[in-house]
């Protein structure tokens, strides 16, 4: 009976899959290759037998850095890949890590801090710094932007080499103030990247918001922790987030003698009460497809807004009044600085006892 139990147990063992010294062989890293910190590059390797679970790990100049993949179910003979953010490896009690740049690296199949014998070992290579000098190029912000907190503008860049999880942070006179975001794919050498930022909305490293006051001096920085390039500068402004859900201008028609079917009385108080809060010198005018429909005045740092404005209309935003159709509300900061543009409707009501001597006339 413990005859036949023996012979069945060293059955199994003789059965199961079993790497050895000399069983893998690398063709990535194939050896002498400089690979930059936190960009992604492909481990491949063949296994010549099928293998039981094991690790992938990362060596310096033979002592073990750490563990950059561990197989849950094995792996069948063949080629296998291995998609890796360079450098980035988890210890022995499971925290991430970073490996720091040099030389000497090597990555081993099947060895784990103080493990067996190594299955295989690939040649040496290096871990990198990002080469930031000319790697990103940035579109927009292009430098000199007025950027209303709670607006949405598009953040446009791309590298000139690959890169892996790279990261978005904003910052004021040079100092980090927090992250804008963490890319969810790894970004391809020469790909375009639009990212929709709503102004004004930053993370500390733990996800907390951070306070981002209006002013001069920002910029944005993309890249890897360990290499990042800024933007040229931009300005932030106030919160206008109140502002975006002003949808629409009121008006009655002008009671003139004789008749002025294109003339109306334009309601500006709450568009009046909105501007006061951004606390900024702003022009706002009314556009129709380009076309200046009216000019309804300056306000902040002591210029002031009518609360009602006289305007005549144009034959063209007459009809398009009249269809319900969409205008342009735009606000200039200077004669011709356009910082801020959203849609508004022409809606039809009725103002009680307003006084025609409080109304300007353009």
């Known amino acids: 009976m413990k005859l036949g139990f023996f012979f069945l147990l060293l059955t199994l063992v003789l059965a199961a899959p079993v790497l050895v010294a000399g069983n893998v062989t690398f063709a990535s890293p194939a050896g002498g290759e400089v690979w930059a910190r936190g960009s992604q590059h492909t481990i491949t390797y063949t ?6 679970q094991y690790e992938v790990v990362l060596k310096q100049n033979g002592a073990f ?7 849950n179910y094995g792996n069948p003979a063949g080629v296998v890949n291995h998609q890796w953010e360079v450098g980035k490896v988890q210890t022995e009690e499971g925290d991430s890590i970073w490996a720091p ?7 081993c199949v099947g060895c784990g801090g103080s493990g067996p014998p190594p299955y295989g070992v690939s040649n040496t290579f290096t871990i990198g710094p990002v080469k930031t000098k000319g ?3 940035y579109t927009s912000p292009a430098g000199g932007e007025y950027w209303f907190k709670g607006t949405t503008h598009a953040l446009i860049y791309s590298f000139s080499q690959a890169l892996g999880y790279h990261i978005v942070t904003l910052k004021r006179d040079g100092a980090r103030l927090g992250i804008i975001r963490h890319a969810s794919f790894p970004a391809n050498a020469g790909e375009v990247i639009n990212y ?4 004004g909305e930053v993370t500390d490293d733990d996800g907390n ?9 920002y910029c944005i920085a993309a890249g890897l922790m360990s290499g990042m390039v800024d933007s040229k500068r931009f300005t932030i402004g106030p919160d206008v987030s109140a502002l975006v859900k002003f949808e629409r201008i009121y008006y009655v028609p002008l009671s003139i003698p004789g008749g002025c079917p294109q003339c109306f009385i334009l309601d500006l108080n709450v568009l009046r009460e909105e501007l006061v809060k951004l606390n900024e010198p702003v022009e706002v005018g009314l556009y129709r497809q380009g076309k200046t429909v009216a000019d309804l005045g300056k306000i902040g740092r002591g210029r002031k807004m009518a609360d009602k404005l006289q305007v005549k209309l144009e034959p063209e935003a007459l009809a398009a009044m009249n269809r319900g159709e969409k205008f342009e509300l735009r606000l200039f900061i200077g004669s011709d600085r356009l910082v801020h543009t959203q849609s508004v409707r022409l809606v039809a009501t009725v103002l009680k006892d307003h006084k025609l001597e409080t109304i300007r006339k353009r």
Do not use: H
Request: net charge negative.
């Open 47 to 52: 296994l010549a037998d099928e293998a039981p």
């Open 101 to 107: 740049i040099g030389g000497g690296y090597t990555i």
């Open 135 to 137: 790697n990103v190029t």
């Open 65 to 71: 850095v750490g563990y950059i993949f561990t197989t």
């Open 196 to 199: 929709p930022w709503q102004v």
């Open 209 to 217: 918001p951070v306070s981002v006051p209006s002013g001069r001096g």
